[in-house]
């Protein structure tokens, strides 16, 4: 269970997200939403704890003590010359493990395993980090534009993937999407920021049954507030 009370995040004077309050419960599938700016990579990147928040409670429990959280991001620096090899041999202790190989094969990262991570191609950084995001099997898992920039195949690969994955070990996966589609396709429930504010939180059904569809929402929701 996640539990978020009055979060806020400031930048000097700007406020990246304002006075929030929300739950999530256990096994729940839920898409944090919204335009550029609206405070969707912060509130997770503190849900991960690897930014600090300004003010607020955050509290998570996990069946396992050590809260594991599972973040994929969008972009990665690492050192020159770092190769997948070496990070999973880093972050496993155990390149061969079976679970290891499996999730090669379904990511399709043997290509360039011995490459350096800095010259892979968007899609290719985009599909190894969304594989580390669940190396260790996270209670939690937390994907950031888990589809942007992979073709077709991939995605609809990926997708069930994780849908098998959140089934299978009773995980909590957080969305943060661009793509309405996905989120109807994943999503149990959806919140919408905008302003580093909550607009919106709906059970995905509901937005569907009262619009037809996530993007018939947004639509909405956006030429209302131009």
Not at 110 to 127: A, I, M, P, T, V
Not at 155 to 182: G, V
Request: hydrophobic share 35%.
């Amino acid at each position: 269970m996640i539990k978020v009370t009055n979060l806020t995040k400031k930048y000097g004077k700007k406020t990246a997200i304002n006075n929030i309050s929300f739950e999530i419960d256990d096994n729940d599938t839920v898409a944090i939403i919204g335009g550029n700016g609206s405070g969707k990579t912060t509130l997770v990147e503190i849900l991960a704890g690897v930014l600090n928040k300004t003010s607020g409670d955050i509290e998570i429990k996990t069946k396992n003590e050590k809260n594991e959280i599972g973040i994929q991001f969008q972009e990665g620096n690492w050192p020159r010359g770092t190769t997948p090899n070496r990070v999973l041999k880093f972050y496993t202790n155990k390149e061969q493990d079976d679970w290891v190989e499996k999730l090669k094969d379904i990511f399709e990262i043997r290509e360039f395993l011995k490459s350096d991570l800095n010259s892979l191609s968007g899609g290719q950084k985009q599909r190894f980090n969304a594989m580390l995001s669940i190396l260790n099997k996270p209670e939690v898992v937390i994907l950031d534009e888990l589809i942007t920039g992979l073709d077709l195949k991939m995605q609809l690969s990926l997708i069930e993937f994780f849908r098998n994955y959140q089934t299978e070990n009773h995980s909590t996966l957080i969305f943060i999407s661009h793509m309405p589609e996905e989120v109807e396709l994943i999503c149990h429930r959806l919140i919408l920021l905008d302003k580093g504010e909550i607009v919106m939180d709906k059970l995905v059904k509901d937005v569907v049954k009262e619009n037809g569809s996530v993007r018939n929402m947004l639509i909405d929701f956006y030429g209302k507030n131009k």
